[in-house]
Nanobody, 120 residues
Framework: QVQLVESGGGLVQAGGSLRLSCAASGRTFSNYRMGWFRQAPGKEREFVGAIIWRGGIITYSDSVKGRFTISRDNAKNTIYLQMNSLKPEDTAVYYC?????????????WGQGTQVTVSS
């Protein structure tokens, strides 16, 4: 059974940094795209960024470009989301997703989410 488990969320002040992790188990995602999404209270889930495990092709949404960085550790079957210069509007539940295309929500696997709260 495939599992995606996020960790690393928490409370941080504006301007601070957090690093989220997503550990994948149950299959090897080496040939698939892994993504990060977020959902703020009262808003729809939105695309943050994604990485193709092999080749390292990475895409970001305009709202996080230049502040967030996605990376991967193939040996650990884990991807990361390094978030710098955090803003209160980055407050959301952050989800890891596996095996999907584009920036829509049609991804095969989802984690349970981790809360990120940025105080002003």
């Amino acid at each position: 059974q495939v599992q995606l488990v996020e960790s690393g969320g928490g409370l941080v002040q504006a301007g601070g940094s957090l690093r989220l992790s997503c550990a994948a188990s149950g299959r090897t995602f080496s040939n698939y795209r892994m993504g990060w999404f977020r959902q703020a209270p009262g808003k729809e889930r939105e695309f943050v960024g994604a990485i193709i495990w092999r080749g390292g092709i990475i895409t970001y949404s305009d709202s996080v470009k230049g502040r967030f960085t996605i990376s991967r550790d193939n040996a650990k079957n884990t991807i990361y989301l390094q978030m710098n210069s955090l803003k209160p509007e980055d407050t959301a539940v952050y989800y890891c997703a596996g095996d999907g295309l584009g920036d829509g929500l049609n991804w095969k696997y989802w984690g349970q989410g981790t809360q990120v709260t940025v105080s002003s």
